[in-house]
């Protein structure tokens, strides 16, 4: 894929959520089903750790946090979240200010950071125990950058840390697939997208556009593959069918 596809894609997600910032965090105040198969994986990592570091890497309103707070996985939990929504990093400084633990929240343009090379150096701490990226793969364009996001994520970790990442799976679900239109919409060459590329509208309070991609099978194999970590565990999870998201666990060794 070319780098102004590319940008010219990340540019329509970027501007989906400033338009649905607001209705965006309301659809988004729980907590994930799949979250909870998360904790027997996490909480052995916790064990004789005098901090328990973890980065959030297109992290939303910060719910993920709330859940390993109210779970309490750690007495002393540092909370890193990255997004590239400044709007969303509002909402989730308040949803945290009450909640006692170190947090900080960095906005960074993810697609253009692994683009420019600079993701690794913009994180706060080098390495860390736990690193998630929830709904966030189906945003990145390119198959060579998927690649290179979860790669990076993987540098991110100490050794015997964990990278937790979901795939989207929106084509299970006949009310998602309904909501493909055709990308000429956004001014985009359908001949220009790869595989399994779509763009999607978004009918709640404002109309809104957005580029997803599904994750297929053979591709996550070779995501895993390339990871340069080993594979822990993965279950599918969330929505009405508990189909909607695919779980991937990943350990540093």
């Given amino acids: 894929m070319k780098v102004s ?3 010219q ?3 329509i997600n970027a501007r989906f959520y ?13 907590y994930w089903q799949g ?8 909480k052995p990592l916790t064990k ?6 973890v980065l959030d890497v297109g992290c939303g309103n910060a719910r993920f946090a709330e859940f390993l707070f109210r779970n309490k996985v750690h007495k002393n939990l540092v909370y890193h979240g990255l997004d590239n929504s400044q709007d969303l990093l509002e909402f989730a400084e308040k949803k945290l200010a009450k909640l006692k633990f170190e947090q900080e929240f960095i906005v960074t343009d993810l697609v253009e950071s692994l683009l420019d090379g600079s ?10 125990h736990l690193t998630t990226l929830f709904g966030v793969l189906h945003h990145i364009p390119s198959r060579k950058l998927r690649r290179e996001l979860v790669v990076s994520l993987g540098n991110s970790l100490t050794s015997g840390g964990f990278l937790v990442f979901t795939a989207w799976k929106f084509l299970n679900e006949a009310r998602l697939e309904k909501k493909q239109i055709h990308p000429s919409v956004v001014e985009i060459d359908p001949e220009d997208l790869e595989v399994n ?3 999607l509208d978004w009918q709640k309070q404002v109309t809104a556009y957005r580029y997803c991609h599904f994750t297929d099978d053979q591709e996550m194999e070779e995501l895993i593959a390339d990871s340069g970590l080993e594979l822990v565990e993965q279950y599918n999870a969330d929505g009405k069918s508990g189909n909607l998201n695919h779980y991937v666990v990943l350990k540093k060794p």
Avoid: M, V
């Avoid at 209705?23 to 729980?30: I, K, L, N, V, Y």
């Avoid at 979250?35 to 996490?42: A, R």
């Avoid at 993701?119 to 860390?128: A, G, I, R, S, V």
């Fill in 5 to 7: 596809l590319i940008r």
């Fill in 9 to 11: 894609l990340n540019e």
């Fill in 18 to 30: 400033q338009q649905t910032a607001a209705a965006f965090s309301q659809t988004r105040g729980f």
């Fill in 35 to 42: 979250w909870k198969d998360l904790l027997p994986i996490i």
């Fill in 48 to 53: 004789e750790k005098n901090q328990f570091k």
């Fill in 119 to 128: 993701f690794e150096e913009k994180l706060p701490h080098k390495k860390y």
């Fill in 197 to 199: 590329d779509y763009i």
